[in-house]
């Protein structure tokens, strides 16, 4: 009976320590979120506060409907004419310079056969 009750406080404290770093972590991101231009209150617990009331309150939009597309539309909407993440010859340029650098490396320690 013990053992249950000791598992039973153990959870409900890691559960509050949770909450409580959960609400610092809140507190801390309104705090440190610069509003600028929106109005001239100053960050602080009282704003927090309202703002998370207010997200409470807060209605839920419905979610938007469903667009059936194929595979061939979806593609052809999604083209760039921009150059690619990767450049191959900016990849070569790297990859040949790790070369040139690990060949004029000089290694120190010296690797000898276990006798």
């Known amino acids: 009976?013990?053992?249950?009750?000791?598992a039973m406080l153990t959870f409900v404290?890691?559960?509050l320590g949770s909450l409580v770093?959960?609400?610092?972590?809140?507190?801390?991101?309104?705090?440190?979120e610069r509003r600028e231009g929106q109005d001239d209150e100053a960050?602080?617990?009282g704003r927090f506060?309202?703002?998370?009331r207010s997200g409470l309150r807060r209605r839920r939009a419905a979610?938007?409907?469903?667009?059936?597309?194929?595979?061939?539309?979806?593609?052809?909407?999604?083209?760039?004419?921009?150059p690619g993440y990767v450049d191959p010859e900016?990849?070569?340029?790297?990859l040949h310079r790790a070369r040139l650098q690990a060949r004029s490396?000089?290694?120190?320690?010296t690797v000898r056969k276990p006798e």
């Open 1 to 6: 009976m013990r053992g249950e009750n000791s």
């Open 13 to 15: 404290l890691w559960v």
């Open 21 to 32: 770093l959960a609400a610092v972590v809140f507190l801390v991101a309104n705090v440190m």
């Open 43 to 45: 960050p602080g617990l």
């Open 49 to 52: 506060w309202r703002d998370f």
């Open 63 to 82: 979610a938007p409907a469903p667009v059936e597309t194929g595979m061939d539309e979806f593609f052809a909407a999604t083209i760039e004419d921009a």
């Open 90 to 94: 900016e990849l070569t340029d790297a």
């Open 105 to 109: 490396t000089w290694h120190v320690g």
